[in-house]
């Protein structure tokens, strides 16, 4: 591992190209084809065509190579944009003319954004009330709540400023859009050809092996057959919960991703760290609990958009341009986190979503807190523990 990426200084001159390393892991064996590619395939074959590129002739080092390094010491750095402009400068006098490098940051932004590492800031109140997103974009105030939008300085009241002049928001949350994530997965052969192994590939011998195994997903596909009748379209599950980014655990501060799984993948990949797909990060210091919906709003509009209309996608292994649908079928969340994202209230006389009035609740008197204690009515009739009042 180079020296950059972590702790080990490592000497191995095979991490030379490690940037085409990792454009080759998540894009692996991919191929200009005969058939005239959408846009998006057009926009990702031009960066493997500048990830060919030397910085200046002679030099072995790729342009993307160069630029990710340079782009990773900048943030562990936190350098200023300024800065980094300032040595994108210096490094255009003292390489040759003929130099590859951008020369701003900006610049740089552009060719990192093609490979699909980009996400949207999103303003939001900072009470959860609303996102200044859509036609709320240009609001200085919340439009429930009616507080500001912006930073203020305590000293003297007024709306802080960054160096270039804009206005510091007080909350905002990164959305990572959904759309081009799933049509990368159909650029490379492999990834492309095990998105239908649920149809394909996939053994049905009435035993559990993978979530297309399962009655839920028979059932999805008996009542939704436009969609199933396209194994490529995406079924989805959703991910969510808090935790504490901080090394000190003392500091108070709950950060919300959420996380997309694509369910088509066979079953030793779609649990895969590398196959998840970051969808939201929602800021802290508080946790969004029941407020989540208005940070989902962007994830649930794409969602409904891919479920109706499709994206326009091309799919390198049959070399075909067709319309992507996707769909979200599960979520995986502990107790709390599916009261914030289903609505249905975990605490109190119906706290079970299966038995909802039926739950059995007893009201503690003396701490005022209800317990659950109707768990031996599970048991069979003659079991020897049903009518045990001596063991809990």
Same mark, same amino acid.
């Given at each position: ?29 991919? %191929? ?18 500048? @990830? ?35 040595? #994108? ?12 490098? +951008? ?35 240009? &609001? ?6 009616? @507080? ?31 759309? +081009?994530?799933?049509?990368? &997965? ?13 149809? %394909? ?9 993978? *979530? ?23 079924? #989805?599950? &959703? ?20 996380? @997309? ?5 066979? +079953?030793?990949?779609?649990?895969? %760290? ?24 962007? *994830?649930?509009? %794409? ?25 979200? @079928? ?33 009201? &503690? ?28």
């Amino acid at each position: 591992m180079p020296f950059w990426i972590g702790c080990d200084n490592s000497d191995n001159d095979d991490d030379d190209d490690w940037a085409e390393d990792i454009i080759n892991d998540i894009y692996p064996d991919i %191929e200009l084809n005969e058939e005239e590619p959408n846009d998006e395939a057009k926009k990702f074959y031009r960066l493997l065509q500048d @990830l060919d590129k030397v910085v200046y002739p002679g030099c072995k080092t790729s342009k993307l190579d160069a630029l990710v390094k340079l782009l990773y010491i900048k943030s562990v750095g936190r350098w200023s944009n300024k800065s980094f402009d300032m040595l #994108l400068q210096v490094l255009k006098e003292i390489l040759p003319n003929d130099s590859t490098l +951008p020369e701003s940051y900006y610049e740089a932004k552009r060719i990192i954004k093609d490979i699909g590492l980009s996400y949207d800031k999103i303003d939001a109140c900072v009470k959860d009330c609303m996102l200044y997103w859509k036609e709320d974009e240009n &609001l200085d105030r919340c439009k429930i709540c009616g @507080l500001s939008r912006w930073k203020d300085d305590i000293r003297n009241g007024e709306t802080k400023l960054r160096k270039n002049g804009k206005k510091i928001p007080v909350k905002t949350m990164r959305y990572f859009p959904l759309k +081009p994530r799933l049509q990368r &997965l159909f650029m490379s052969k492999k990834t492309s050809s095990l998105m239908r192994w649920h149809k %394909e590939g996939r053994v049905d011998d009435g035993v559990m092996r993978h *979530l297309a195994d399962s009655p839920a997903w028979k059932t999805f596909d008996d009542v939704h057959k436009n969609f199933s009748s396209d194994p490529r379209n995406v079924r #989805l599950g &959703l991910a969510s919960d808090g935790f504490q980014p901080f090394n000190h655990s003392k500091t108070s501060y709950s950060i919300w991703p959420v996380i @997309l799984i694509p369910y088509n993948l066979p +079953p030793w990949m779609c649990m895969k %760290e590398p196959n998840f797909i970051l969808s939201t990060l929602i800021p802290g210091p508080d946790g969004p609990r029941d407020a989540i919906d208005v940070y989902l709003q962007p *994830l649930i509009e %794409e969602l409904k958009d891919l479920w109706e209309v499709g994206v326009a996608t091309f799919d390198v292994s049959t070399r075909q341009n067709f319309m992507l649908h996707a769909s979200l @079928l599960w979520t995986i969340n502990d107790f709390p986190a599916y009261a914030n994202l289903s609505g249905w209230s975990t605490k109190g006389k119906m706290a079970c979503p299966c038995c909802n009035k039926d739950t059995c609740y007893l009201r &503690l008197a003396n701490c005022k807190k209800q317990c659950y204690m109707g768990h031996r009515r599970f048991l069979d009739s003659k079991h020897r523990w049903r009518k045990d009042k001596k063991k809990v």
